[in-house]
């Protein structure tokens, strides 16, 4: 799974970080986009799915989701991170991370990816 996939971000994600993304190269389709805000998270978790994307949020429903999928057997991909935790973490820390990512010949293995947001 090296390499470069298609995101969809949740309202959650901030617009910095999804500019830098963008900035960067990704394609990245924003939720609030599609659906407008307060957007239900199991319509944006099929969403990705079926259109092959990959959502990235920072909302714990959107992790419960996944448990739900995984148990269920259904595929998805997630890349998750803990809002509260990371709320302050610089820009170009996530940019970095989602770059790390890329570059892992395992992502993806377990459908969840945690974005390794470590100073």
């Known amino acids: 799974m090296a390499g470069r996939f298609p995101l969809l971000t949740d ?5 910095p970080v ?7 190269g990704w394609d990245v389709l924003r939720a609030i986009e599609l659906f407008g805000q307060k957007s239900i998270d199991d ?4 969403y990705a799915a079926e259109h092959g994307r990959v959502l990235a949020s ?6 419960a989701i996944a ?3 995984f148990q269920a057997g259904r595929f998805f991909r997630l890349i998750y991170w803990h809002q509260g ?3 302050h ?10 770059e790390a990512l890329t570059a892992s010949a395992d992502a993806f293995a377990a ?9």
């Open 18 to 24: 999804i500019e830098g993304l963008a900035a960067r």
């Open 89 to 98: 973490t610089p820009v170009a820390l996530f940019l970095d991370a989602f």
């Open 58 to 63: 920072s909302d714990t429903d959107c992790l």
């Open 43 to 46: 319509t944006i978790f099929a």
């Open 11 to 15: 309202e959650n994600v901030s617009a």
């Open 85 to 87: 935790r990371h709320q």
């Open 67 to 69: 448990h739900g999928w």
């Open 111 to 119: 459908c969840v990816e945690y974005l390794k947001l470590d100073r």
